[in-house]
C-alpha cells in the first residue's frame, strides 16, 4: 500500500533511543567472525548504558569469545514508513554467578526477571538460555521515518 504523504526521516536523540529500547524487549545482537557475520533475536532489558540479555551455549559464544564487539538492534514499527529503530554498538561481557561478578550478575537476572519473572528459575520457558551477558552501549545511535505531520 502507498502511504499518501511522503516519508520524513529524522535522527533521533539520545533520550529518544533510550525511551524506545525501555519500552522494548526484544532485539536482534549481530556479530562476527573473520567473514563470517550472523544476527540473532534475542529478549534483553537496557538500564543506563547497558543492555542485558541471555543466550544458550553454542556457536554465538564460541565466536564471542574471539570478537566481542557487536552491534545490537531494536525497532517499533507500525506501518511501512511509520518506524523508529535503535542501534547500539559496544563490547559484550559474560556475566557468571558468584565470585568477582556475582553482584553484577544477579543484577542482571533481577533486570531479566522485571519483564519475565521466570527467567533463569525453575520454570523457566527457555531453561537452555543459562549464559547472562551485558552489552555496553559505547555507539547509540537511532532513526525514524513518518508520514505524519
Not at 529518544?16 to 549481530?30: D, K, M, S, W
Not at 529478549?43 to 543506563?48: G, S
Not at 518506524?83 to 544477579?106: F, H, N
Request: negative net charge.
Amino acid at each position: 500500500m502507498t502511504p499518501s504523504k511522503s516519508p520524513t526521516f529524522r535522527e533521533l536523540g539520545r533520550e529518544e533511543c533510550v525511551a524506545l529500547l525501555a519500552r522494548r524487549h526484544v532485539g536482534r545482537i549481530a556479530f562476527s567472525y573473520h567473514d563470517h557475520v550472523d544476527i540473532e533475536p534475542i529478549h534483553y532489558v537496557n538500564e543506563d548504558d547497558w543492555v542485558y540479555g541471555r543466550t544458550g551455549e553454542g556457536t554465538k559464544l564460541r565466536t564471542l569469545a574471539h570478537n566481542r564487539w557487536v552491534a545490537f538492534e531494536t525497532d517499533e514499527v507500525s506501518a511501512m514508513f511509520d518506524w523508529r529503530s535503535v542501534v547500539i554498538k559496544g563490547a559484550l561481557y559474560i556475566l557468571e554467578p558468584g565470585g568477582p561478578q556475582g553482584e553484577m550478575y544477579d543484577h542482571a537476572v533481577e533486570l531479566l526477571r522485571s519483564f519475565n519473572p521466570d527467567a533463569l528459575g525453575p520454570n523457566d520457558p527457555v531453561p537452555d538460555r543459562t549464559v547472562v551477558f551485558r552489552i555496553h552501549a559505547d555507539q547509540v545511535t537511532g532513526r525514524q521515518a513518518t508520514t505524519r505531520d
